[in-house]
């Protein structure tokens, strides 16, 4: 695998799942990190373009990321969402966002432990994780990014609610910008009254700021279109000669495996895991035509999960059909949409752990080999909750 930066070179456009045709108070959403197939199919257009359908449908190309990395080459990694910011009482959290007392993670639900006792949930969902002390002030989420390095020692149990500072974090490295456009009338001064108007929220990484993602085939300097309207980003190699630290971080996300059991500085551990830190966006299938958190079939594993709203995504592709000339014919197609869960997500397990080290169905087509090859639902592995 080689590591790669991207560095934007204009505001770049990812839009939603949402359906949206152009007209009336029409608004389209953006999202941003965009989802790993995205960057990778703009990395894939760098290589030589394949000349027949069986080099066309090989699945051999491996992908990982995108992440973000500041200009101090300080890598960046979703803030896990087990961690709560405890605030003094009549501590405002939305204007002192740093003003937290201390960090906790969320646990089970203790019974024993004051009203808990008395509360019953849904038998066929896992309870939810909960703050077992009183606390009289605010709670908030920490900021959403956490330094790699930060992250690991969370993963080896070494942090805990005196153990955090608020260097650790990060806010979003970005800046929103609305886009309208407007279809005017032929030889009038006035807009279309159907596919005249819509506004789409483009995004504008921080100067410094860029995502760095590894791809398994090695290509140059080059610009790329990444995202809608042609927007283009610069793919660097990234260097790493005279930074071990980021070379070390980067090869264990890389070769990251349970059964491996090493930590985030190669050493051996042997300390048996039990809960597990969501690295990229996953798939989780709890019945044939519905998506969740967690896999139906991790449910008598599981003590808790915390995440947050699922990413809906679909997109869109490229169909080639031959014709009866033997030619090839491209066909604009879309593709399903599906609800991952966010990277960040949290699953505590009671015991005994999953032996696939990806969140992902353990059934599909050829769609599933290209999610594992590019490393979707990527699992990190901790210990000491």
């Known amino acids: 695998m080689h590591w790669y930066t991207i560095t934007p070179l204009d505001v770049l456009l990812f839009r939603d799942c949402k359906p949206f045709s152009p007209g009336e108070g029409s608004w389209a959403k953006g999202l941003f990190p965009p989802m790993p197939i995205t960057v990778f199919q703009a990395l894939r257009s760098l290589l030589p373009k394949s000349s027949n ?40 959290r939305k204007t002192a966002t740093d003003n937290w007392s201390e960090i906790q993670r969320l646990q089970p639900v203790d019974r024993q432990y004051g009203a808990w006792k008395h509360l019953v949930f849904d038998g066929e969902q896992i309870e939810p994780l909960v703050l077992n002390q009183k606390w009289d002030g605010t709670i908030s989420p920490p900021k959403p990014w956490i330094k790699a390095e930060v992250l690991f020692d969370y993963l080896e149990g070494q942090k805990n609610s005196n153990h955090w500072c608020k260097q650790d974090f990060h806010r979003n490295p970005w800046k929103t910008q609305v886009l ?22 483009a995004v504008r990484l921080e100067d410094g700021w860029c995502f760095v993602a590894a791809f398994s085939s090695e290509i140059t300097e080059s610009v790329v279109r ?59 299938v709890f019945a044939e035509t519905r998506y969740s958190s967690y896999p139906q079939a991790w449910k008598q594993q599981l003590k808790g999960c915390a995440t947050d ?64 090859q590019l490393n979707y639902g990527k699992l990190l592995w901790g210990k000491g909750t």
């Open 180 to 201: 309208p456009h407007i279809q005017m009338q032929p030889d009038k001064r006035q807009v279309k009254d159907a596919d005249g108007y819509f506004t789409e929220v």
């Open 226 to 284: 990444l995202g809608g309207e042609g927007h283009r980003a610069l793919v660097s190699p990234l260097k790493m000669e005279a930074d071990d630290t980021l070379k070390t971080q980067l090869d264990f996300l890389v070769n990251s495996d349970k059964r491996e059991a090493r930590n985030a500085r190669g050493e051996r551990s042997s300390t048996v895991p039990n809960f597990a830190y969501l690295l990229t966006p996953g798939l989780a």
């Open 309 to 372: 709203k699922a990413l809906l995504w679909g997109g869109v592709s490229t169909l080639r059909k031959h014709t009866d000339d033997n030619k090839t014919r491209e066909e604009f197609a879309l593709l399903p949409q599906r609800a991952f869960v966010p990277p960040g997500t949290v699953y505590i397990f009671n015991g005994e752990i999953p032996t696939n080290p990806q969140l992902l169905p353990e059934q599909g087509g050829r769609w599933l080999e290209t999610f594992k």
């Open 53 to 92: 359908q069986a080099e066309r449908t090989q699945r051999h190309l491996s992908f990982l990321g995108p992440f973000l990395l500041d200009s101090n080459h300080t890598l960046w990694l979703p803030t896990p969402k087990d961690l709560v910011c405890l605030y003094p009482p009549g501590e405002n």
